[in-house]
C-alpha cells in the first residue's frame, strides 16, 4: 500500500514540447507529493511539490496536476527545453507515515 | 547547498565483508534517509530515522541495519556485502516528513 507508480519509464521530447510524466500512488493517506529532478552524477533535487488541499500547482514552466478521487498525479513541463533533460522521479510521505517513497522513475530527453 | 556530506563517495569492496557508510548533516533536521538507486527501480528506501536512536524500516531493509547515535550522524552498515548490494547509495534529510528532503552526492558501491 506504500507504492507509488509512475510513467513513462522515458519520454523523448522536442524542444517547445509539452513533457508529461505520470504517478499514482495507494496510500489514501499521503499528503506530500513532491516531484525531484536528478541530473546525472549528482543527488536528486526537490523541483515543485503539492499537497491534497490544491488540484494544481505551478512554478514557472512546470505544473503538477493532481487528482485526490483517482490517487494519481503528474508533472508537466510546458516549453520543454534541452537543459530539462534529466530523471524525474514522484514522491509520496506525510500522512500516517514518516516514509518518503519515490518512484522509478523517467528519464526526459528534450532534443533541439 | 543543505549541509549534507557522504562518505565514501566510492568503494570497492569484496563479497562477504562488512561495509559501513556514513551520512553526515550540518542543518540539525530530524529526519534522515537511506536510499539506493539501480537502474530500472529508482529510489528505493532502505532505513530510515525520526530522531536520535529512533529508526525504522523501509521497502529494502533485509542485509542492511543502521544507527544515529547522534543528530548529524546516520550510519549505514551492510554487515555482509553482497554482490546484489553493488548500488548508488544517497542519504537525504529533511526538517519535517513534509516539508523538502535534501540529498547527499551519493556513494557509489560496488561488491565484487
Known amino acids: 500500500q506504500q507504492q507509488v507508480k509512475q510513467s513513462p519509464q522515458s519520454l523523448i521530447v522536442q524542444k517547445g514540447g509539452i513533457s508529461i510524466i505520470n504517478c499514482a500512488y495507494e496510500?489514501?493517506?499521503?499528503?506530500?507529493f513532491p516531484w525531484y529532478q536528478q541530473f546525472p552524477g549528482k543527488g536528486p533535487a526537490l523541483l515543485i511539490a503539492?499537497?491534497?488541499?490544491?488540484s494544481e500547482k505551478k512554478e514557472g514552466r512546470f505544473t503538477i496536476s493532481f487528482n485526490k478521487s483517482a490517487k494519481q498525479f503528474s508533472l508537466h513541463i510546458m516549453d520543454s527545453q534541452p537543459g530539462d533533460s534529466a530523471t524525474y522521479f514522484c514522491a509520496a510521505g506525510g500522512g500516517n507515515t514518516d516514509k518518503l517513497i519515490f518512484g522509478t522513475g523517467t528519464r526526459l530527453q528534450v532534443f533541439p | 547547498d543543505a549541509g549534507i556530506t557522504q562518505s565514501p563517495r566510492h568503494k570497492v569492496t569484496e563479497t562477504g565483508t562488512p561495509v559501513t557508510l556514513r551520512c553526515h548533516q550540518t542543518e540539525n533536521h530530524r529526519y534522515m534517509y537511506w536510499y539506493r538507486q539501480d537502474p530500472g527501480h529508482g529510489l528505493r528506501l532502505i532505513h530510515y530515522?525520526?530522531?536520535?536512536?529512533?529508526?525504522d524500516k523501509g521497502e529494502v531493509s533485509d542485509g542492511y541495519s543502521v544507527s544515529r547515535s547522534k543528530t548529524e550522524d546516520f550510519l549505514l552498515t551492510l554487515e555482509s556485502a553482497t554482490s546484489s548490494q553493488t548500488s548508488v547509495y544517497f542519504c537525504a534529510i529533511s526538517g519535517d516528513r513534509t516539508t523538502e528532503a535534501f540529498f547527499g552526492q551519493g556513494t557509489r558501491l560496488t561488491v565484487v
Open positions: 530515522s525520526y530522531g536520535v536512536k529512533d529508526t
Open positions: 503539492i499537497r491534497p488541499d490544491v
Open positions: 496510500n489514501t493517506a499521503f499528503d506530500y
